[in-house]
């Protein structure tokens, strides 16, 4: 299929954005001149494209303020000018790179690889300015001659560059006006005409049934203890004995090591917190146990456990005694311990004591009755020495021993001081071998940070504060409600029993309360359980072998768990906060017109 005349795409252009967009047809610049265009050539030293000069013929680019037409994610097209600056501004860029590289072999690569293997083609010139409308990203057009020359690149100064689908900015420009005119996807995105401007949707969903990375965990059988090594036949080490060649009797081979002794391996030290007064089944339920996992196991056997797909990534704990506390160590899985939410309530009418250890960082926190002590926080960071410098000045990592030697002896000291401080004698190497009880967690859910409850005047190029501020109370309420549960449908949430039945209650203007442990609650525990497995599940990006749990199932998990976090903001948010939340992950590209039509119906 041959491609339209760059003048043709242009018209189409000008008609669509003169009839549903004309603020932003407003900031097309006029036509290039042909002594414009003849100096650019002549001042950057090469031949434009002659669809390059069809293009500025009909517009030098567009004026850079609000509401200009953009190419998706690829930002505005660029004047003249800008690609004068643009295109010597990453030339010198380009040739400071350069300095201290060999010049370029010709070699078997081909032309377009040769053409790629640099920072900037000094043949390239940029002809959009990226999401920021800088001169770090966006599209580039090839001037080099060759098979090349015309072709459309993508540019991003953090990345190296491609050459595109496009073979030419006439091809960009016939998408273009196909895309305005059909409403298809141009570059992956939708163009969308709202109150005169041109604006692009993302145009998303999810699969329906995701792979369950907890489903898969259930079908997996917990993996037995390791069985202990058999004991080695009492023979020196540096002595080996070998059957002499006659085969009469034997000889000894003398063997001399001269390599350095192997490092120490650092001591037992996890994550532990202590709680006054409770039994260790009790502790286990404010962690949130899984119930069909509770049972004992020693700290090899839990870490061998918790290493499995049996445990999906969930975090695992062992709980033990000593004297009036209760304690629990976490043995693998995302820190606890340090999480406001989960000594809030361990500490519910009693108090809790947590000593936590992050690399060169320990730390000591007192809560009580769920409000932290903050004079009691104790909190060391050490310098790290596992580093050694190389000969040419640059680092390398010590393998083996105890990378952290200072955060090693704090967390002992300050261990040793509960003894004083809190009547606690614990050693965590006393308990190693232990069968204590233990389980997996369904972590609780995070707290609302600060900055998530605060209202914000924009989402999405919508002017949110503007509707919040035209629009009576109860008839925003219940058009957020409408739209909290087209999220719901979009990202599948709603396929959920208690989900379907607190969206039902809120459409009925009843009041909707999230219950520690029950049902909906538990649900979105759940979720982000999901997210978290699934996302260990499809890394490392570079694994060749593909697993049961595709990027796919992680998109829809995530999808899912952002869906329940809007509920969640819902019912214990104000309805501002809660609109911003279900409006940015709204999937469907029309949803202003919904959100329209929902306002109407409230």
């Known amino acids: 299929m ?43 030293d090469v031949t434009f494209p002659a669809d390059l000069v069809a293009s500025l013929r009909c517009h030098d680019g567009v004026e850079l303020l609000d509401g200009a037409p953009v190419l998706a994610y690829n930002g505005p097209p660029s004047s003249l000018a800008d690609i004068i ?25 081909g032309e377009e690889e040769q053409e790629l293997d640099v920072f900037w ?22 001037c080099r001659p060759g098979s090349n020359f015309g072709r459309v690149g993508y540019y991003f100064d953090e990345d190296a560059p491609s050459f595109t689908r496009w073979t030419s900015l006439g091809h960009v ?39 369950s990375p907890l489903a898969l965990a259930a079908a997996t059988s917990e993996p037995e203890p390791e069985p202990e090594p058999e004991p080695s036949a009492a023979v020196p080490p540096h002595v080996a004995a070998a059957a002499s060649p006659d085969g009469e ?25 202590f709680v006054e007064g409770l039994s260790e089944a009790a502790l286990l339920r404010r962690l949130g146990a899984v119930p069909a996992t509770v049972r004992p196991r020693s700290r090899p056997r839990a870490q061998q456990s918790a290493a499995s797909p049996w445990a999906a990534h969930r975090p695992l704990v062992r709980v033990g005694t000593t004297g009036g506390w209760v304690y629990a160590t976490q043995e693998a899985g995302a820190a606890q311990f340090s999480r406001s939410e989960v000594l809030r309530l361990l500490s519910a009418g009693t108090r809790a004591v947590a000593l936590t250890k992050q690399g060169p960082e320990v730390c000591v926190t007192v809560t009580e009755d769920g409000r932290a002590r903050e004079e009691a926080t104790h909190r060391v960071v050490s310098p790290r020495t596992d580093q050694v410098r190389l000969p040419g000045g640059q680092f390398a990592q010590r393998l083996g021993g105890d990378p952290w030697p200072g955060s090693t002896a704090a967390y002992a000291r300050l261990l040793g001081g509960f003894a004083k401080d809190f009547g606690i004698a614990y050693r965590p190497e006393d308990d190693t071998a232990t069968e204590l009880s233990s389980a997996l967690l369904l972590p609780v859910l995070d707290d609302f940070r600060e900055h998530e409850c605060r209202t914000v005047d924009r989402i999405r190029d919508f002017d949110l504060a503007g509707l919040v501020e035209r629009t009576p109370a109860k008839q925003l309420r219940g058009a957020v409600a409408a739209q909290l549960a087209r999220l719901a449908a979009e990202t599948h949430l709603d396929t959920y029993t208690e989900v379907a039945q607190a969206l039902e209650r809120i459409r009925s203007q009843e009041t909707v309360r999230l219950v520690p442990d029950g049902p909906l609650d538990m649900r979105m525990r759940t979720l982000a359980a999901e997210v978290l497995a699934a996302r260990q599940s499809v890394q490392p990006a570079w694994r060749d072998e593909a697993g049961p749990v595709t990027q796919q199932d992680l998109d829809a998990w995530t999808a899912r768990q952002g869906a329940a976090h809007a509920l969640r903001a819902f019912i214990q948010l104000t309805v501002p906060v809660a609109a911003q939340k279900v409006l940015h992950q709204r999937m469907s590209v029309h949803w202003r017109a919904e959100l329209a039509a929902d306002l109407e119906a409230a």
């Open 121 to 142: 083609g000094r043949e390239w010139l940029l002809i959009t300015l990226g999401i920021g409308w800088q001169s770090s990203d966006g599209l580039f057009l090839s």
């Open 249 to 273: 009797g034997t000889r000894l081979l003398a063997f001399v090591r001269s390599v350095h002794p192997r490092p120490e391996p650092p001591p037992d030290q996890p994550d532990v917190v």
């Open 2 to 44: 041959s491609l339209p005349p760059v003048a043709e795409s242009w018209a189409r252009i000008d008609t669509w954005l003169s009839q549903h967009a004309p603020l932003s047809h407003a900031r097309l610049r006029p036509p290039a001149s042909e002594a414009d265009i003849a100096a650019a050539q002549h001042a950057l």
């Open 173 to 211: 420009l016939a998408d273009f006006a196909d895309a305005l005119e059909t409403g298809r996807t141009f570059d992956g995105r939708v163009p969308l005409a709202v109150d005169g401007v041109l604006l692009w949707e993302d145009e998303s969903s999810v699969v329906p049934d995701p792979v």
């Open 85 to 109: 600056k643009s295109t010597e501004l990453l030339r010198e860029v380009g040739a400071d790179l350069a300095d201290d590289e060999e010049e370029e072999e010709e070699g078997e690569e």
